[in-house]
């Protein structure tokens, strides 16, 4: 009697067990309406799932309850996630399609007349810890892609070359919008370096084999750097070093985010530790402030601002050719200052929409033994486009720009000055 018991129990105890189960079956084919055999189908944030048969069909349980959702993927097509309600017994589900991602092969873009294999099919997209964690860059974003093929090392110099073109040739750009004077001022044969810090951005663009046209003005290449989107949390971060130090402070939630940071360093501790081939009266040393903002507009709408400001120097003697000892002072100032600010939407009918704006402010006060000099230069950049999507192969990139270029040079002393203005506007689709 009590193994007749028993065995009713367990017999019961399996059956409910079963019947509150959800369970899912169905067919997976492709945009022509062919079966895909192997998708991997299963309940996203878990283990619960099954591959897609020869016929594309499909069936699988889960001890999930309540809402959820089933992710289809398979290699060389879109991820599409359905949502389900997990309740007892099997459910049927109408056939789902997967569309054909974009490949290296068969994706084209059509840009300002001009055919063109994927912009990010033929280039090099860095993330900020690939930076750093190059050896050789010691953090620097231009270090790092110095290491790429296509790119040269023209001495010591610190800038980017490219297919043994002039480091004026290389466009840099942040968030599509153009960078003047975007390395530190320098003294001859010294080394310089970007000035912007490498984990402002979420991604560093770099085409080895041509660019869109969107860039264009006869570069050899383009350096296109994405700034960040909203932070994920608040953070502070502190960095100390033998030759200096700073600061950065995050706030955000889900719609606004903020990150201020401050740095300052002075090599005079390092050039007194390390004997250099630099004759130094004072080594470089420098301070920066820096400011950037995100903040959510609508559903779809993102406004970003981007603010720096710094200040630093150096005192060198370099020697002239044929001339015995150590050669004239040279004494560097420089004071710089970039600020952009860029609005882009993506709307429901296939539209993206971008509106944005930069200024770059250098000033330079050079002075070689007994003669004094100064420099200024400011790029101002207005920008807008529209992408219209046509279908998930083919879209339309539409925009116009203006170029704002003032250069000014002068010897105070002898209180003498030229300069001169240029503007250029560009429309490309």
Known sequence: MSLRLTLFCYLFLLQSLAFGQAEFAGRVL???????????????????????????????????????VIVFRLI???????????????????????????????????????????????????????????????????????????????????????????????GIYIDGLRVANAYGTTAGNVPTRTRFNPNLFKGTFFSTGGYSAEYGQALSSALALNTK??????????????????????LANEKQSLTVSGNYFDLSPYQGLVKQDFDFERAPFGWDLELGAQKKLGKDGLLKVLGRTESGGMKIRQPEPGKEGSGPLIDLRNQYSYAQSNWSKVSSKGWTWFVGA???????????????????????????????????????????????NTYSEGLPLQDLKRSYQDGQSFIYT
């Not at 309406?33 to 069936?59: A, H, M, Q, R």
């Not at 230069?377 to 207005?382: M, V």
């Open 229 to 250: 989107d909203l932070s994920l949390r608040n953070q502070g971060d502190l960095s100390l070093m033998s030759v200096g130090g700073g600061y950065a402070h995050t």
């Open 76 to 170: 060389g097509y879109k991820t599409m996630e359905i949502p389900v309600e997990c309740k007892g017994g099997l459910q049927t589900l109408p056939d789902q399609k997967l569309i054909e991602a974009i490949t290296e092969i068969n994706g084209v873009t059509i840009s300002a007349g001009a055919m063109e294999a994927s912009d990010e099919k033929k280039s090099v997209v860095l993330r900020p810890l690939d930076i750093v964690t190059t050896p050789s860059a010691v953090g620097d974003i231009i270090g790092a892609l110095q290491t790429l093929p296509g790119t040269s090392a023209v001495g010591n110099d610190g800038r980017l070359f490219v297919r043994g073109g002039d480091a004026s040739e290389v």
């Open 30 to 68: 492709d945009d022509k309406g062919l079966s895909l055999p192997g998708v991997n189908i299963f309940i996203k944030g878990s283990y619960d799932g099954t591959t897609s048969g020869v016929e594309g069909d499909f069936e699988f349980h889960t001890e999930k309850e309540g809402k959820q």
């Open 358 to 404: 930069s200024i770059s402010s250098n000033s330079d006060e050079i002075a070689f033994d007994s003669i004094q000099t100064t420099r200024d230069n400011q790029l101002a950049h207005l920008k807008a486009s529209t992408i219209w999507d046509f279908s998930d192969r083919v879209s339309m990139k539409l925009g116009v720009e203006h170029f704002i």
